[in-house]
């Protein structure tokens, strides 16, 4: 009987809802003794650490008896908490928030293993990268991320087996933004020139079916794009020192940047965007001139080492210009695979494929503390 | 410091000429002790298992002084040897060797673990594939096989994730042979209606270019292709019996069935295969009629437990159609991915590619043994 490893659980929305969902499916799952919301958290009791806590949406975990119940605790609480457990532990960060990120050092140097879709911890600032990984080695405890890109499709870890085995990645090249991938699909389809929907009308109805954050600005902005695209690089070797550090291509109207981040800001933006989409058209009609359609991607350029995030146009006969729906494309051209680049491709989104990509991570770092 | 795990490498042809460079490159490399090929095994000696031998070419590693020389082991021979290593040990067989295949439950008892792209051991018959899982879980060993589909590319450890998260795979389906693949693309390109080339034309230019196995039969028999989906619908959960326990379009005329497989059967076949060139215009000129191309798949129904392989036609602005080269594609449908598949495409085929995928297990198992 292999050691029992422990495990505590942090944010229950979307991709938290459905990574309990499937942690309670898996075969040789951890023991669930910690599982948190913003102000609430759950613990199996100390010094014993049971019972753990059953792997189930918030209400039915909460409902356990004997559980303590806690306010919020601090990233130190937790990883106190944690690293007393009787046996290994790791953490399931499924929030996106930046603070708890900052803290991936302080547990994995307790030893305490970090498996997240969380963007911010890899995404940041160069130091803070570095300071994740040393803490890993120092503390001997294991950090997977394969979700922080393109879901759960296999990004990271293809990009990792690749640098690992010696291949040289010279350019990685795709959509990395499932929002961004359904705007251009449907805005400029590459088969038949869809005549009707203006930019702003797209960008509406996207907000409508619910495949833009609530405020559609932070889509349209790229930083979300340029995080992923931070993260490929520094894998590739580039030192990036942040998704700020390189060029990326905002679509949003200069003369609407202004617009506050509120909900009356968001209903304003939402009603000026309108006034802009002459330009999107312009930016559309050049292309098809061309007999191309224009995308927006993200590339990394190895041997320049440029990085750039932004519109671009392809042939309408490639990868690329067919994506389908919301679907996410990655390329990644290297030494070993020549000029036909190895494609990852299919959705790069939604609470099951990327809690699907934090359970097979979870997995990984399962058998690999055993 | 980790204990050291031991290596054994048997075969040292085109995959393992490029695996022993990538492994003389790996950081954490495990010590290699035992080097075979047919006819003549390097060794470290007992009982000491030092010096190692170093990873390159067979000459260069022969002239190492203080190894033991031999003549071909035999695998309990070499199980014996590996499993007295004063540390866990890792099997690698770069061969297609079906005996040796059939003796990965002897190793896997021992605790020694497999890493290995030869197909025949989980494309035979289903007792070897039950027996392989049921040896290596006894002796708490590892069997890592990526290389057995698709080459290098996240075929098996994808499919394998799919799985474990309790996604629902319900097809699967692709180009996995990059000799077919080449032939398809040349015959019958997606884009413009290449005019000229016939199919016998086009089965001697790949021959020459080394794309073929030496005897082209072995790839238009469709055999390699079916034991590649019989590995991807074991793993999806069906019992599939062998290779030879679903249908398989076979692409050899039923009148050069009879040609000997010695070379003066080679060239006869290669001579007369142009009488047939009619049958495979017919199937293309088909095909256009319906403005599409014809393509070589295979596909997994999990959900009618069905397994084919042959001929399909495939609309033009198909990924499948549009695919380059000799390259795979593979789409795998589930529930969780919806009507858009996760796809993987990129070269499936070469010694660099190949070795890259075994590269990759061995570093895993290496990390899941430490």
Avoid: C
């Avoid at 806590?53 to 559980?67: G, K």
């Avoid at 457990?85 to 953490?91: D, E, T, V, Y």
């Avoid at 509406?204 to 490929?232: F, H, S």
């Avoid at 750039?308 to 030494?335: H, P």
Wanted: no cysteine.
């Amino acid at each position: 009987m292999p050691a029992p490893i422990y495990l505590g659980v942090i944010g229950v929305g979307g991709v938290g809802t459905s990574f309990l969902a499937q942690l309670a499916r898996l075969p040789n799952a951890p023991q669930l003794i910690l599982l948190a919301r913003s102000t609430q958290t759950l613990l199996s009791p100390t010094p014993s650490y049971t019972p753990s806590i059953p792997a189930a949406d918030w209400t039915t975990a909460a409902a356990t008896p004997q559980l303590t119940k806690s306010g919020a605790l601090s990233p130190d609480e937790i990883a106190a908490y944690l690293s007393s457990a009787p046996g290994r532990s790791i953490l399931v960060d499924n929030t996106s928030d930046p603070a708890l990120a900052s803290s991936y050092p302080t547990f994995l140097r307790q030893g305490i293993s970090i498996v997240t879709p969380n963007k911010k911890g890899f995404s940041s600032d160069l130091g803070l990268w570095k300071n994740i990984f040393a803490a890993a080695a120092e503390g001997n405890a294991l950090v997977y991320h394969e979700s922080t890109v393109g879901a759960g499709l296999p990004v990271i870890s293809t990009l990792r087996d690749l640098v690992a085995t010696g291949d040289e990645v010279t350019r990685i090249e795709g959509v990395f933004s499932g929002t961004l991938s359904f705007l251009f699909n449907t805005f400029a389809p590459a088969a038949g020139s869809a005549a009707g929907a203006k930019w702003s009308e797209v960008v509406a109805q996207a907000k409508e079916l619910g495949y833009t954050e609530p405020d559609p600005r932070d889509d349209l902005n790229g930083m979300d794009v340029a995080r992923k695209l931070t993260i490929l690089a520094r894998i590739a070797g580039l030192e990036v020192q942040g998704p700020d550090a390189f060029p990326v291509e905002s679509l949003i109207p200069e003369e609407l940047a202004g617009v506050p981040s509120t909900a009356e800001g968001i209903v304003e933006f939402m009603k000026r965007l309108p006034e802009f989409d002459g330009q999107m058209t312009a930016v559309k009609e050049q292309a098809e001139k061309e007999g191309k359609v224009v995308r927006y991607v993200g590339s990394v350029d190895v041997g320049k080492k440029e990085v750039r995030v932004g519109l671009q146009k392809f042939d309408k006969d490639s990868a690329i210009a067919g994506l389908k729906g919301s679907d996410n494309i990655i390329s990644f051209y290297t030494k070993r695979y020549g000029a036909n680049p190895l494609i990852v491709q299919g959705a790069g989104a939604g609470g099951d494929v990327t809690a699907m990509g934090v359970s097979a991570d979870l997995i990984k770092v399962v058998q690999r503390l055993q």
